[in-house]
DNA sequence: CCCTCCCCTTGAACGCTGTTCAGCGCATAG
DNA sequence: CTATGCGCTGAACAGCGTTCAAGGGGAGGG
């Protein structure tokens, strides 16, 4: 086996150490020396394959997004309706983050360099989520423009985000964990139905 | 001056460096050491005061609270209008945030000792924001029951809060923040038209 | 007023981080 | 097979939160 090789297979088994140790311990529980120790080798090897743990973190998070584009999209080509469609992908979305609740928070909680732009592929990866929600919404809201169900599409999907990350942190726990379900379906069901009326505008 | 009177004074004083420490270089820059210094005191009193950088952080982040709350109180009091009354608060509550970033991310990311529960405070204070949202929200939709009227409170709670702190973490800015006034209308004003009564009351 | 005792303050030291780098050993090319 | 260069090594470094033995200063009794 050539040295690229060994080194390729390294990196996978570290990325592999790491998402095995978040998991457990949580990403507050990351040291490079039980890595290096995980993965048999020394801890100087592993910043020549990354930059710093940082970067392994965002590898791992790389998987993350990866799982998380798998289950909300199998969810959605599941369901015909629109508006079911809405909903079956926020509750994909929460039982991902249920299921794995410190892979899912470090892809939020990782620290990135100060000043460093997030890794295109977040936005990106994010992106194509935003127009699978704005698909189904743009044949359920057709009082709103294009901009509008790009801006709901997104106000949805952090409004469910957040629900659920409220509700890990133990702090404030706005919507408790079993509940989620019965408040997406309340959130999207509200905000799905299309209005003739605009209610008051911000008066300008 | 007794002695308590000067520890009392000294414990205020750090709480202030520690805020204003906190609000310069948020809460990753918050040093025990740099703490001393600006307080004029040796790092190890600071452990005669507080059992840790967490409580005091801790500290800072109950004012914090109490300025949230106020700033959302103010709002509500100045709109008569239930559906503006609401999406007010939401404006108040990410004006705060922008305005105020560094404090305000500092009461989400602040490490609570693993296995402490949150501060009774953290609950009580939030307790009394939901119950400020129900208010408006129980003339609104009278289609739901107190059970959904509660839960649908904590749920925009959490949709707006998202909504917050996705756009303030650069890693994925769901909605940007200058939208942030926008969506919330979107979202709030979507939630609150009850669907039974639909109805648009056409001004003659 | 002074002395004594006790508690509070002090800051060097400890243990634990992420990260580095000089030197070593091995794979690779000739 | 040998010489060379590159990747691996792990002790060392800087910096963090936290501790604690030792010293000093305030409060109360003589």
Redesign the pocket.
Known sequence: ????E??AE?RETLIAAAEARIARDGLAG?????L?ADA??????????F????ALVLAVNARTFQAIGQTVTAAVAAEPDPARQLIVMGHAYARFAAENPAQWQAVFDVALKTGAEAPAWYAEAVSGLFDIIAAPLTQLRTDLGPGEIRLLSRALFAAVHGMVRLSQEDRISAVPTPAIPEAIELLIGSAVRAPKASVDRKPS
């Not at 086996?1 to 690229?4: H, I, Q």
């Not at 990351?30 to 039980?34: E, G, N, S, V, Y």
């Not at 048999?40 to 394959?49: F, K, M, N, R």
Request: with cysteine; net charge positive; proline share 0%.
């Open positions: 086996m050539s040295v690229a060994r080194r390294l990351l040291r490079a020396r039980d290096a048999g080798c020394a801890v100087g090897t592993i910043y020549t394959l930059d710093d743990l940082s």
